[in-house]
């Protein structure tokens, strides 16, 4: 959350206030990743607020921002070029 919060580089966590290094908590990050810590965690958290009936979806939103579009989606429209425009002549 710090790194989320303040932006800095993970080499730039002060280890006093997350306590350990910035280097080591992107490991565990990245280890529990890789474990499938975090959709593990996501089901037992929406189990536990199921189960305590305090998970209301009345209201609610979704947000795919996250979520790839592979090949580009689907779509009808042309896609616009990334290449660079060519420089105009100067002749």
């Not at 990050?29 to 810590?37: I, K, P, Q």
């Not at 975090?38 to 939103?61: F, G, I, N, T, Y």
Request: aromatic content about 6%; charged content about 20%; proline content about 8%.
């Amino acid at each position: 959350m710090y790194v989320l919060r303040t932006g800095v580089a993970w080499r730039d966590v002060p280890a006093q206030s997350v306590g350990c290094s910035g280097v080591t908590a992107w490991r565990r990050l990245r280890d529990w990743t890789e474990a499938g810590v975090w959709p593990h965690l996501h089901a037992v958290l929406l189990s536990e607020l199921r189960r305590a009936d305090l998970l209301d979806l009345d209201d609610c939103a979704v947000d795919g921002s996250h979520i790839r579009a592979l090949k580009g989606g689907i779509t009808s429209a042309p896609r616009p070029s990334t290449a660079p425009a060519p420089a105009p002549s100067t002749i």
